[in-house]
């Protein structure tokens, strides 16, 4: 095939531990329509990079009961932390960018950089370094599918256009019409510094035409374990909780899986090419399609004997939602070594509001079945959803203190009102005005902030203290030894 010209592909997602799939899919559909890719990761040109979760010490546990602090005269010192650790994570990194331009002198025909919302700042340095060398830049991310978001974002200088669509297929076309100067709003997601939009791009079907994830960039020699991302399907069979983003991300609207067959086919391909049999699931929910789950714990060991692999799923009510005691132990023989779920809270009025489709008799008894299965189990929680109250944190931290000896990893934040979620629009038109107040939308980060005085009462802190105890009696524990080398994901 013709040689199509010079992409430089910068991923700045700083993961120690694994590939960035969206960098793999993009470099794979440029290189099959004869593009040459440069991969830029930070990892490659020693950049620190961070570990999501790891065993804890007393330090985190301060650090976790000030982040969530809600004693009023001690909100100034959380606030400032808060405004210090979003500085840290989110400045340019001098690194990355000295990297940046060294490869900028080898004047590529475009550069597609892959962000989330907190590479803002990072984005507009590299966006004017490329302006200055006259190179078009197009950044790509799930959420500039969000009307708000998209018209922040479009107007960093440099910035040629925003995409907020599943790229897969339609990236080298993409390229080739900023090369061309042509017209981009023939592609749907598509956001110009100007302010036009094209249409709202379509979810992308069918996922089996998409090719396999292409990793030879990424440095396999510096991971602590080369553990292999992948994704059996895009979206969330339920798709209702009323917090979740995730389900109104450009590839997370509405649920569409591979093939069976296609999953397992690129599994075998990637354990030969990068010598792993590590694999790390990234669907938002692994369940979605039972019998998915049922056919990777089946075939897998057959296709790539010895593989070990970890993925989410949801605990619903479904009457065959794929997690009976059976189907986890069945899992576990084929080489499932651990489970994260979002429990959220202990209280079942809590549980309702959030419309999250789950029981706590149901979570329950999930743990029990998937600890004695053999798996190592991480959930996600939160404090602060709108009309919690002092009876609901003391549900949750009872839930958690009868579950500690059970539960590995427990990732405890303070709650998001991401935007264009159901509970967003709820805040945004004030129906919970009685609960949260001093709104401020946060378009950069498709979120709004908030403050919400119902927590900040006495009995409330005292529950709330006694759920971040029993999290840190978890979290200072070593995982079970089965997970060890995938402690710090998922």
Known sequence: ???????????????????TLAIGLVTAALRRDGYAVQVICPLDHGRPTAVRERRERLTDHFMRRL???AYQPILPLRDLARRARAFVRDKPDRVTIDRIRSAIESRPS???LSAYLMHFEVVRKIAAIAQQQDIPVVVGGPMFNIAATAEHWRKLPG???LVGAESDLSIPHIVRTVVEKGDLLQFPGVTLPDGRISVAAEPLRPLDSTPFADFTDFPWERYPVRIVPIMTGRGCQWAKCAFCSDVVSANGLSYRSRSIGHVLAEM????RRHATRNFLFLDLKLNSWPDMLRAIAEQLPQRVPGAEWIGTVHVDTRADN????????????GGMRRVSFGLESGSQRLLDSMNKGSTVEGNSEFIRNAHRAGLSLRCTMFAGYP?????DMAATADFLEAHEQQLDRVRFNAFSVLDE???????????EALILTDLRPDPQRAKMEYRNRTIETKGYRKHKHRALASVYRINKRSVRSSARQFDGLM
């Open 421 to 431: 979620t159901p509970i967003f629009k709820r805040v945004a038109e004030q129906s």
């Open 322 to 333: 794929g997690l009976s005691f059976r189907d986890l132990k069945a899992a576990v023989s």
């Open 387 to 391: 009309g919690e109250t002092e009876e």
């Open 1 to 19: 095939m013709a040689h199509q010209g010079k992409v430089l592909l910068v991923d700045l997602n700083a993961f120690s531990s694994f590939p």
């Open 110 to 112: 475009v550069i597609l």
């Open 159 to 161: 910035v040629t256009a």
């Open 268 to 271: 075998e391909e990637q354990a």
């Open 67 to 69: 982040h969530l602090s």
